[in-house]
């Protein structure tokens, strides 16, 4: 799953080009800078919004989602880098990895 920070930079980044899109496009059909930043502004609020709120609940969504199958260990506390090579030195004795 996707952190919170990682879904509103996503959200953020994507909005920033529609924000680019949707002003050319709407000075293009009013002519206007003032309507054109009121339009743009309005809907690019509430789209960021939704579109977090969207992530959120996909998130949350298992349909289509495949787990890996170590998904089912439950850890405690961080995993440090010591560990995470034993993990690997394992697993390519168990010729699961390279």
Known sequence: MDSKKRS????FSWK????LILVIVSYAVTGSLKDTTIITVIYHIIGVILY??????????KWGREDHPLSVIEI??????????????????LGYVK
Do not use: M, T
């Open 8 to 11: 509103i930079v996503k959200a």
């Open 16 to 19: 920033l080009l529609a924000f």
């Open 52 to 61: 977090f709120l969207h992530e959120r609940i996909w998130s949350k969504i």
């Open 76 to 93: 405690e506390g961080k995993i440090d880098e010591n560990d995470i090579d034993l993990i690997k030195e394992k697993l390519k004795e």
